[in-house]
């Protein structure tokens, strides 16, 4: 990524790089995206996934598709930090898709997202 582009990764670092960018650029916490504003996100995200070219499995498609259609609401900071452009939020939601950070309940409250993958 970046520089470090052309940097050839040993497999056991291979493994976990994916997992660690990500979890990597969710830098932030509350106040958080209304819940329609954070699922409009993953929607938008979808969309582009759909298109085409963003090179990710039709596993990955329908399992979003499912989580969107189970109601999952992941918690998306509602601001950021200064360049960081679309990165932070999408890492924010995205990261609750392997079970790590918080999910927005019904109610407003705040659920591990692994406990709400697991339900």
């Known amino acids: 990524m970046g520089y470090l582009g052309a940097v050839d990764l040993a497999p056991e670092e291979a493994a976990g790089h994916q997992r660690r960018l990500l979890l990597g650029r969710a830098a932030g916490s509350a106040p958080f995206l209304p819940p329609a504003e954070a699922r409009a996100v993953m929607v938008a995200r979808l969309a582009g996934f759909l298109g085409g070219h963003a090179g990710v499995t039709p596993a990955l498609c329908a399992f979003l598709a499912d989580r969107l259609n189970d109601g999952f609401v992941p918690a998306v900071p509602r601001r950021g930090a200064g360049g960081a452009g679309e990165v932070m939020p999408l890492a924010h939601a995205f990261q609750t898709l392997v079970g790590v ?6 109610d407003g409250s705040l659920r591990e997202a692994a406990a709400a993958l697991a339900a």
């Open 101 to 106: 950070g918080w999910v927005l309940e019904p």
